[in-house]
């Protein structure tokens, strides 16, 4: 077998190594993950563009907060607890039982944090000198966004 490195994977480079993954997955728990992307934006008023938002998946009973942004000029808003409670409302509708995302120490944690959010782990110099935090909420908690009154 030849081993190669591929800067630029196409879609059939990745399915090659998903769908294996997905086959013994499903073996191996004895059911289906439930993999489904999703992707919440943040439209501009006037032109209807996307100007930011949330990208993740479900699988296996639980969200994953992949890519999360929105510009500067429009944070302190609201916009970013907007946006998580919609993508915990998704999780709830896919009867998932938590959120799980990472941050840098350069990111959002605080903001993570006041969502009811919670570090599980931290991968230390990454980038160097900082931390990266590893983070969930479960959303079957009383603390879910949705219930939250503060």
Not at 3 to 10: F, Q, S, V
Not at 25 to 34: I, L
Not at 66 to 73: A, K, M, R, S, W
Not at 130 to 150: I, P, Q, V, W
Request: net charge negative; glycine share 12%; proline share 4%.
């Amino acid at each position: 077998m030849d081993i190669a490195l591929k800067l630029d994977p196409d879609e059939a480079d990745v399915r090659a190594v998903r769908d294996g993954l997905i086959a013994f997955n499903r073996k191996a728990s004895g059911r289906e993950a439930g993999w489904q992307p999703f992707a919440v934006h943040l439209n501009d008023p006037t032109s209807g563009e996307a100007v930011g938002g949330i990208t993740g998946f479900t699988t296996f009973d639980w969200v994953f907060v992949e890519l999360f942004h929105i510009p500067e000029h429009l944070r302190g808003q609201g916009h970013g607890r907007a946006l998580m409670a919609k993508v915990e409302a998704f999780g709830r509708e896919r009867g998932c039982i938590g959120i799980w995302l990472d941050t840098f120490s350069f990111q959002a944690r605080p903001f993570y944090e006041k969502l009811g959010f919670s570090v599980f782990g931290t991968l230390e110099d990454h980038p160097i000198g900082g931390r990266r935090y590893f983070m969930s909420k479960r959303l079957d908690a009383a603390n879910a966004l949705e219930n939250d009154n503060g």
